[in-house]
């Protein structure tokens, strides 16, 4: 006769959030032991994680979580292999759970992680990897983005009078992923191997080798900057105008400080 009760049960599944099948398979193997039970479960999981291991995972959701004044942020990108699984509640309650635990944290256990993985991974039955995992703090408070299919997001940082402008920045982000903040943030190595892209594409096209490199240093300032920085970016609402003169018409004083772009597969 078992000596447990389907309350135990109950309970095992509740701390757990394992299948009730498994639940009472734990109880009879601990033959009733539930903290023993709790540790089977947990090397299940353990060993459900590793066995999925090398499946790819291309779906996923961004979590970010904020401090309550907005000064400290965790963001996180946690990906499954399914788009079913990203779109599941108890995925996506997973996900912010980690994301609080970055922003409460200056420094995360990787333990902890990685139990919280395993224990996802049992639960859910599909390869799930923390992909990526981040930490903000700013002396203003940090405007943040998630797209509304949870697969892009950002987070911007900055100072002087900031405003609700800084969030319109972070959609830009998300919109338009920008490579580095300002020009002076690209290095002289990236530009000139755009130049050097730029120059054999206008030889391509039949110029000569001189007039084929003055042609390329111009489409790298007109085309590769203004996509690559961001202060340079046509600004989404209006591309009339940059992000730097949106932002110095609309929230003069504002300079942004920095930002980071988060997004399943993201290389």
Known sequence: MANYSAQDVKKLREDTDAPMMECKAALDESEGDFDKAKNILREKGKAAAAKRSDRSTAAGVVAIASSEDGKTVGA????????????????????????EIYRDNEVVDPAKVKEIVEAAV??????????????????????????HDKTKGSVVTSEGAVSDAVHKVAVQVVAFPPDVLKKEDLSQDKLDQE?????????????????????????????????????????????????????????????????????????
């Open 76 to 99: 996180i990108v946690l990906e499954s292999e399914t788009d079913f699984v990203a779109r599941n509640e108890d995925f996506i309650a997973i996900a912010q759970g980690l994301a």
């Open 195 to 267: 130049i050097e892209i730029e120059t054999q594409r206008a030889i391509n096209e039949g110029k000569d080798e001189n007039l084929a490199r003055n042609i390329a240093k111009g489409r790298v300032n007109k085309e590769f900057i203004k996509r690559a920085v961001l202060v340079e970016q046509p600004y989404y609402v209006d591309p009339s105008k940059s992000v730097a003169q949106f932002l110095a018409e609309e929230a003069k004083g504002t300079q942004l400080t920095g930002f980071a772009y988060l997004a399943v597969g993201q290389a």
């Open 122 to 147: 049992g639960k859910i039955r599909e390869n799930i990897k923390l992909s990526k995992g981040v930490r903000f703090t700013s002396a203003n408070p940090i405007a943040t983005y998630v797209h």
